[in-house]
Antibody
Framework: QVQVQQSGPGLVKPSQTLSLTCAIS??????????WNWIRQSPSRGLEWLGRTYYRSKWYNDYAVSVKSRITINPDTSKNQFSLQLNSVTPEDTAVYYC??????????????WGQGTLVTVSS | DIQMTQSPSSLSASVGDRVTITCRAGQSISTSLNWYQQNPGKAPKLLIYAASSLQSGVPSRFSGSGSGTDFTLTISSLQPEDFATYYC?????????FGGGTRVEIK
């Protein structure tokens, strides 16, 4: 059974970098049948997919246009985890952030499991 | 980007009621549609994938149907633990997008 466990600070100052980590158990970040995603949720924006990293003979990343200039998602194979960095944050980046596995099977894909969520507040 | 529109945004129902939630995609997505349940303070939980496949461990009172642009999530007999918010999500391409949610409340 795959589990993902998030960690990281809940308070970030404006203009600084938001950093979160998602530790994986029960699967590998290098799996050829999964992708590793970050999603956030706020009252104003609802559930918003931010991006993903995945391995298919080499590493790939996809990012949402809304954050593409500020986001980096990196795998860490030595620790079997992946991370989110979001630069130059503003109060509009205040949200609950989730990591999630994207499972691929029989031509379809879905998010399962999800991390427990981290409320990140951007405030001085 | 593929826009996902859910209706209604909220509904009130009683235990035992049959409840139907609809989700419309801005373009055809075949059956690349997933449904999630979210309780307050918790992460979304997968209920249905590929439009109609029930995730393991999810009660059989939940069912999904549809293809192309129009999809439905049905709860055949609402139970107390089903009062939650439900989201659809397309998995057709990136960016992956979610509907705005349907909050199911106790009547």
């Amino acid at each position: 059974q795959v589990q993902v466990q998030q960690s990281g600070p809940g308070l970030v100052k404006p203009s600084q970098t938001l950093s979160l980590t998602c530790a994986i158990s029960g699967d590998s970040v290098s799996s050829n049948s999964a992708a590793w995603n970050w999603i956030r949720q706020s009252p104003s924006r609802g559930l918003e997919w931010l991006g993903r990293t995945y391995y298919r003979s080499k590493w790939y990343n996809d990012y949402a246009v809304s954050v593409k200039s500020r986001i980096t998602i990196n795998p860490d194979t030595s620790k079997n985890q992946f991370s989110l960095q979001l630069n130059s944050v503003t109060p509009e980046d205040t949200a609950v952030y989730y990591c999630a596995q994207q499972v691929y099977s029989y031509g379809h894909n879905w998010f399962d499991p999800w991390g427990q969520g981290t409320l990140v507040t951007v405030s001085s | 980007d593929i826009q996902m529109t859910q209706s209604p945004s909220s509904l009130s129902a009683s235990v035992g009621d049959r409840v139907t939630i609809t989700c419309r995609a801005g373009q055809s997505i075949s059956t690349s549609l997933n449904w999630y349940q979210q309780n307050p303070g918790k992460a979304p939980k997968l209920l249905i994938y590929a439009a109609s496949s029930l995730q393991s461990g999810v009660p059989s009172r939940f069912s999904g149907s549809g293809s192309g642009t129009d999809f439905t999530l049905t709860i055949s007999s609402l139970q107390p633990e089903d009062f939650a918010t439900y989201y659809c999500q397309h998995s057709y391409n990136t960016p992956l997008t979610f509907g705005g949610g349907t909050r199911v409340e106790i009547k």
